[in-house]
């Protein structure tokens, strides 16, 4: 019910809000952050303080919240010691995200959050997707409205791999990818950079990528976990050469371990100013990733074209 509704607004060129970051929310209201889980462990260790994220971010308009899952990858959670906790994590965070729809008494879908955190190249793509279909699979079971494929700062073939994955799973399937521009040639490129002080990781070039990965996910394709310029430039670029339905929704600030910060200085109208270009542009689901919180999903939920939905 709640993604055909979502569907009917896409088809009728509305604009869709998503959530903004789950983590930095989560570290400001003063939840525990793990060292490797980051705020995966949240859910578990702090479920209200999860729930009261989710909250806001429904009051603040969003039509779409996340699960807390990006860092509760099965591939992630072995890695750090965690394996026999993989299906209760990933339960509980669809479970809050649940809660805090049903006490909205709104029409929120609840996307779940699947993601290639953890993912380490070096051991091949094979070898990542018993991960992948059992997040999937977990997500799915417990019933989340939609799946989103965190494959942020992941490597063309990583992303190819998520999406092959995806394919079998019977839930409208979102992808988000993150971009980056290559300072010796100005182009726009598949990659990420997300630490002033880290190497820039550039993968290939935008336009291939989006050829690519639209020859096999046909689902709408986000730009996500990118700098706010490069963002608008992604959509563009995408725009041309995508069909389907595009969104956005870019980190603001960067992270400077082991916290993000907030350096960007734009205000939340600032940021509604930046969202509209974007749909002008051509995209239609428009929110926040890392350093993007409940301020700036209240502004651009100024979007929508009916404001009471
Ligand atoms: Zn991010």
Redesign the pocket.
Known sequence: MTYNLIKQRLENNDTIILDG?IGAELEKKGAKMHKDLWCGTCSVESPDLVKKVHEEYILAGADIITTNTYATTPIGMKQYGFEDQINEFNKKSVQIAKDAVKNSNKDIAVAGSVSTFGSLYKFGTEAMKPGFKEQLKILSGEGVDLIILEA?SSQADIVETIIECSQESKLPVWLSISCIIDDKTNKVMLGYN?TIDSDTNIYEDFETSINNFSKIHKGPILI??SDIEVTGQAVKIAKKKFNGVLGAYP?RGHYEKPHWKFVDNITPSEYLEKARSWVEDGAQIVGG???VGVEEIKAISKLKKNQNV
Do not use: I, P, S, V
């Open positions: 970051a942020m997300d996500a976990h980190n990733c890392c350093g």
